[in-house]
Structures are given as C-alpha cells and as structure tokens.
C-alpha cells in the first residue's frame, strides 16, 4: 500500500480539496482510502457528501465508511459532536491520530491518501514518525507567504526522511497569481505536478458535496487529472 501524506503549513490552500479529489480518481482503477486526520478541521466528508454519517465498528476497530465500490473514507469528523470545537491538549490529540492511524478496519489498498492539518507542530510530528513508509504531496497557493510556508513543510518532510512526490500549485490565476509554486519546485529540485486554477466548479463543489472531478470535461477535472497522472508518475521514482 502507498501512503500519500497530503500536506501543507499553511491553511486555506486547498489541502482537502486535493486530498479528496484525489482519493476518488484513484478509486477509479485502485482500491483507495481517505483518511482525514486534521483533527481542527475534518471536512472530507463534508466534501463527499458524507457529513451525517454514523460509524460502526468491528472486532474493536473502526469501519470505514465506503463512499463507492473502491473508495473508502474515515475522518475524527464521524466520530466528534460537530457542533463543538476541538479543544485538546497534546496527550489528547496524540491518542486521536493514534487510533486514526492503528485502529481502523481497511480493506486490502493500493494507495492511502492522508489529509494532513496544516503547520509543523505535534501533531504533524507524530503522524510523520508514524507514517515513514510514505511520500508527500505539497500544496501551495502562487502568493509569496504560501511559497515561503510551502518551503518549510518541504524542509521538514525531508528532515523525516519522507520522499516529496512533488507540489501542486492550487487556486492558480488572476487573483492569487501563478507560476512561484514552479519556481520553488525548480529551486528545491522538486517535481511539479501541475497547477489547478481558481474557477467556480472547484468552489460550487465545496458547497454542494459533489467533488468537481466527478464534472468530466469541465477545465478543473481536466486539469486535476493531468496532476493526478504526474502523481502516478513521480510515485514510481520517488516510492518504489
């Protein structure tokens, strides 16, 4: 099974929306599974539709909720009172990632996508310490301040020894700009995966818990498409 650890130190880039588009497309030829692991702001589901769904358990682990014929997806959101914020100190939130991680039921993978929260902090320590066997993808938007966080998740994943399948460069145009999240690829000897661009059915899909790569054809399935293949790609050389 290949760990892909969705990151980014910066929130508000679209860490989740790569995450879970992801997960589907791959789900179209692999058995797959979503694991939303941002413990301040779970939304996979939310994005899959899957927001008021119970979860069950089996032989004292959790179940994952099966979202198509290969898609799978556990997220803390199944299992909080969303109506309440999350507020735990470390020892606590090291048992949620933990369990997360070691007490869910998968079925046989091919790929494990993890949405990560954003940062460096504990949290993100100890789901790398957890997590070795795997690569990551980083997500940026093109403004400066998101290329300069970008650079230090970059830093830490190789700190942890973890190979960086690349960077997507997310919300790419007009208003956040295009083109820097190239360049820090250039610079860091990193791979670009490709460039997803502000447009309406990326957002209209937050709202309607439709994922836009369901919308075949439109401009952002295309290119989300095109950044999944580069994905598959650098999975070969960074991974195998």
């Given at each position: 099974m290949r760990k892909l650890l969705v990151m980014s130190n910066k929130g508000g880039v679209g860490k989740t929306t790569v995450a879970?588009?992801?997960?589907?497309?791959?789900?179209?030829?692999?058995?797959?599974g979503l694991l939303d692991i941002d413990l301040h702001g779970p939304d996979a589901p939310r994005l899959l539709g899957l927001q008021k769904t119970e979860i069950k358990t089996q032989k004292h682990k959790l179940v994952p909720v099966k979202f198509n014929p290969n898609l799978y997806v556990m997220s803390l959101d199944f299992l909080i009172d969303k109506n309440r914020a999350v507020m735990w100190r470390g020892p606590l939130k090291t048992k949620a990632i933990q369990q997360l991680i070691n007490d869910v039921l998968w079925p046989e993978l091919d790929f494990l996508v993890i949405d990560l929260p954003p940062g460096t902090g504990d949290e993100?320590?100890?789901?790398?310490?957890?997590?070795?066997?795997?690569?990551?993808?980083?997500v940026s938007t093109s403004q400066a301040v998101s290329v300069e966080d970008a650079k230090r998740v970059i830093n830490m994943s190789r700190s942890f020894d973890i190979p960086i399948i690349g960077l997507i460069e997310n919300m790419s145009g007009e208003i956040f700009g295009s083109g820097k999240?190239?360049?820090?690829?250039?610079?860091?000897?990193?791979?670009?995966?490709?460039?997803?661009?502000?447009?309406?059915?990326?957002?209209?899909s937050l709202?309607?818990?439709?994922?836009?790569?369901?919308?075949?054809?439109?401009?952002?399935?295309?290119?989300?498409?095109?950044?999944t293949k580069n994905i598959k790609k650098m999975i070969k050389g960074a991974m195998d």
């Open positions: 879970v588009n992801l997960s589907l497309l791959l789900s179209e030829e692999n058995p797959t993100l320590i100890t789901i790398m310490q957890m997590m070795r066997n795997s690569g990551s993808i980083i999240v190239e360049e820090l690829a250039e610079k860091e000897n990193i791979a670009f995966l490709g460039r997803l661009s502000l447009d309406k059915t990326v957002s209209n709202e309607t818990g439709k994922p836009f790569i369901l919308n075949k054809g439109t401009k952002s399935a295309k290119e989300f498409e095109n950044i």
